[in-house]
């Protein structure tokens, strides 16, 4: 039997630069797993908003995309972790309109809303980390 | 320590002839008849098998497919079930690739030891075989069960086409039940069609759909918003007084909507709204 | 008229809404027309770019048209929960010209200006 390979790549998220390049890498994972284009641009929009909030309320951080597989389904799972203030209020923050100072906005919700799978874990001064898988239809 | 036991140990130490066996019989059962190159490629798959089940055995005796000792049996078995259900073959051809194991396996078992090793190690035996049988089984028919999906989702694309009312206007008759599924696709080669004739409305006709639940109605409303973003809009015709209800009682918005009872208003509403107009000639 | 060609970062986009706006003020423009046409992807930041330009045309004056969102971007969008207030979108530049135009009153123009950023990061 084979072994299976590395299935998660990690990217740095220090600028908006590398919001770019977190998207560019989930689309490209997201076509050569055969996603339709719809899923393809939920679950790059999705990344965009979670890389977005990790480098403007998280001071930057890194984002970890891996195939993931249940029985028969294939699916994709974004993970953005980062080592700042955290979230005091979580269930605040995932409501649709609210903003910090910083206006973080729709992300959290409207990334939930584009997965089929969201966790967040955030606590204050213990950083945040988001997980949000898409399967395959 | 996980204990030898005995059929780990005639995988490991029959290996070849037990291969040559195994051939033989699937050969000899196959309702089919095999090319050299099929035969080359179930040997191949035969031996991978042979070596991942020694393999497996050796760490977890107790046949956990669910433990890590069986994952790549696991995978094994499930690309094997995928293919042969996408090429169309027999649940029976199908699963008889790991059933037919069991004839060698006890041929060999049968010529050693006392009564009660051989009974215990025949169940052992027969439990690992049946339970990898069924889980073969098992993906063969959600890869089927893919493929009929799959099929079903093309044929509804090809029944519900939309259609070009005017110029300007697209109309989607709906026919029949919806389910979540199937309105997503619709609705996406909706608002495809849209781009690609530049019609700035469609009409959503909707008299030929028995009833409505949540999800299909968000999915409607859902349409309707995306087609606005684009710049189009969209009516729904054809919402009967049951469907109005459910709708009220589902608690849905339709305020935001344009709706006509019939498709013929919806047309008439559209064209205004275009800024076309039919006139009749009189008749000579 | 702004055709937006490239997966822009943050910065980016806030550059190309103060460009915009002064390019309103440079030309006396009476509409803006944005083609996204090209655009993949549209997230809640390009959103509310959109709508900033959109509102701060209107303050300078002019009406802004956004034309030609793909439907993937569309669904997104919805999904996304983006209100995407106050902006005028049609299907195609055409489609947004005639629209610009029944906004004005006879003797207004519309000044046209392509305005594509040497500076921006190529679409992978």
């Given at each position: 039997?084979?072994?299976?390979?590395?299935?998660?790549?990690?990217y740095?998220?220090?600028?908006?630069?590398?919001v770019?390049?977190?998207?560019?890498?989930?689309?490209?994972?997201?076509?050569?797993?055969?996603?339709?284009?719809?899923?393809?641009?939920?679950?790059v929009?999705?990344?965009?908003?979670?890389?977005?909030n990790?480098l403007?309320?998280?001071?930057?951080?890194?984002?970890s995309?891996?195939?993931?597989?249940?029985?028969?389904?294939?699916?994709?799972?974004?993970?953005?972790?980062?080592?700042?203030?955290?979230?005091?209020?979580?269930?605040?923050?995932?409501?649709?309109?609210?903003?910090?100072?910083?206006?973080?906005?729709l992300?959290?919700?409207?990334?939930?809303?584009?997965?089929?799978?969201?966790?967040?874990?955030?606590?204050?001064?213990?950083?945040?980390?988001?997980?949000?898988?898409?399967?395959?239809? | 320590?996980?204990?030898?036991?005995r059929?780990?140990?005639?995988?490991?130490s029959h290996?070849?002839?037990?291969?040559?066996?195994?051939?033989?019989?699937?050969?000899?059962?196959?309702?089919?008849?095999?090319?050299?190159?099929?035969?080359?490629?179930?040997?191949?798959?035969?031996?991978?098998?042979?070596?991942?089940?020694?393999?497996?055995?050796?760490s977890?005796?107790?046949?956990?497919?669910?433990?890590q000792?069986?994952?790549?049996?696991?995978?094994?078995?499930?690309?094997?079930?995928?293919?042969?259900a996408?090429?169309?073959?027999?649940?029976?051809?199908?699963?008889?690739?790991?059933?037919?194991?069991?004839?060698?396996?006890?041929?060999?078992?049968?010529?050693?030891?006392?009564?009660?090793?051989?009974?215990?190690?025949?169940?052992t035996?027969?439990?690992?075989?049946?339970?990898?049988?069924?889980f073969?089984?098992e993906?063969y028919?959600k890869?089927?069960?893919?493929?009929?999906d799959?099929?079903?989702?093309?044929?509804?694309?090809?029944?519900?086409?939309?259609v070009?009312?005017?110029?300007?206007?697209?109309?989607?008759?709906?026919?029949?039940?919806?389910?979540?599924?199937?309105?997503?696709?619709?609705?996406?080669?909706?608002?495809?069609?849209?781009?690609?004739?530049?019609?700035?409305?469609?009409i959503?006709?909707?008299?030929?759909?028995?009833?409505?639940?949540?999800?299909?109605?968000?999915?409607?409303?859902?349409?309707?918003?995306?087609?606005?973003?684009?710049g189009?809009?969209?009516?729904?015709?054809?919402?009967?007084?049951?469907?109005?209800?459910?709708?009220?009682h589902?608690g849905?918005?339709?305020?935001?909507?344009?709706?006509?009872?019939?498709?013929?208003d919806?047309?008439?509403?559209?064209?205004?709204?275009?800024?076309?107009t039919?006139?009749?000639?009189?008749?000579? | 008229?702004?055709?937006?060609?490239?997966?822009?970062?943050?910065?980016?986009?806030?550059?190309?809404?103060?460009?915009?706006?002064s390019?309103?003020?440079?030309?006396?423009?009476?509409?803006?027309?944005?083609?996204?046409?090209?655009?993949?992807?549209?997230?809640?930041?390009?959103?509310?770019?959109?709508?900033?330009?959109?509102?701060?045309?209107r303050?300078?004056?002019?009406?802004?048209?956004?034309?030609?969102?793909?439907?993937?971007?569309?669904?997104?969008?919805?999904?996304?929960?983006?209100?995407?207030?106050?902006?005028r979108?049609?299907?195609?530049?055409?489609?947004?010209?005639?629209?610009?135009?029944?906004?004005?009153?006879?003797?207004?123009?519309?000044?046209?200006?392509?305005?594509k950023d040497?500076?921006?990061?190529?679409?992978?």
């Open positions: 039997m084979t072994m299976p390979s590395p299935t998660s790549d990690i740095e998220i220090r600028d908006s630069e590398d770019v390049v977190v998207r560019q890498a989930v689309r490209r994972q997201a076509v050569s797993l055969g996603f339709n284009l719809v899923d393809q641009t939920k679950i929009t999705a990344a965009s908003e979670l890389a977005r990790t403007i309320h998280g001071g930057g951080g890194k984002a995309v891996e195939i993931v597989r249940n029985g028969l389904s294939t699916g994709l799972k974004l993970t953005f972790a980062d080592e700042g203030p955290g979230i005091p209020d979580l269930e605040l923050a995932m409501r649709d309109g609210y903003t910090t100072k910083n206006g973080m906005g992300g959290l919700g409207g990334a939930k809303r584009l997965s089929n799978e969201f966790e967040i874990d955030s606590a204050p001064e213990k950083g945040t980390r988001v997980a949000i898988t898409r399967w395959k239809a | 320590m996980p204990a030898k036991n059929l780990s140990e005639i995988l490991a290996e070849a002839d037990l291969l040559q066996d195994w051939l033989a019989l699937q050969k000899a059962s196959a309702s089919r008849k095999t090319s050299a190159a099929d035969d080359k490629v179930t040997a191949s798959l035969s031996r991978e098998f042979l070596s991942g089940l020694r393999d497996a055995m050796q977890d005796s107790s046949v956990d497919l669910q433990t000792a069986w994952a790549s049996v696991r995978d094994f078995l499930t690309n094997l079930a995928q293919s042969r996408k090429s169309g073959y027999t649940p029976t051809e199908t699963a008889s690739f790991v059933f037919s194991l069991k004839e060698p396996l006890f041929n060999r078992l049968s010529s050693s030891g006392d009564q009660a090793t051989l009974a215990k190690d025949v169940w035996t027969t439990l690992a075989l049946d339970r990898l049988g069924l073969t089984m993906i028919q890869t089927r069960e893919q493929v009929i799959r099929q079903q989702r093309e044929l509804l694309e090809l029944s519900t086409p939309v070009r009312l005017w110029e300007n206007v697209l109309a989607l008759p709906l026919i029949g039940t919806l389910d979540s599924s199937r309105t997503q696709v619709v609705m996406q080669n909706l608002l495809e069609a849209i781009v690609s004739t530049r019609s700035d409305i469609a959503i006709d909707i008299t030929g759909v028995p009833t409505v639940d949540t999800l299909v109605a968000q999915h409607l409303l859902k349409t309707v918003a995306a087609a606005r973003l684009m189009a809009d969209c009516i729904i015709s054809g919402i009967r007084p049951q469907i109005a209800q459910t709708i009220i589902l849905v918005d339709l305020s935001e909507v344009s709706t006509k009872a019939t498709m013929a919806a047309f008439q509403l559209a064209l205004k709204r275009t800024g076309a039919i006139t009749t000639s009189k008749a000579k | 008229m702004v055709s937006i060609q490239v997966d822009m970062h943050d910065r980016l986009a806030l550059t190309l809404q103060d460009d915009l706006t390019q309103i003020v440079a030309q006396g423009a009476h509409g803006v027309l944005i083609d996204i046409s090209a655009l993949e992807m549209v997230d809640s930041f390009i959103g509310r770019m959109l709508s900033n330009i959109a509102n701060m045309s303050l300078l004056d002019a009406e802004t048209v956004v034309v030609g969102m793909q439907p993937s971007v569309a669904i997104t969008l919805v999904e996304l929960g983006m209100p995407m207030r106050g902006i979108t049609a299907l195609d530049i055409e489609k947004g010209m005639l629209l610009l135009r029944s906004e004005e009153f006879a003797s207004a123009s519309v000044s046209e200006k392509d305005a040497d500076d921006a990061v190529p679409n992978v």
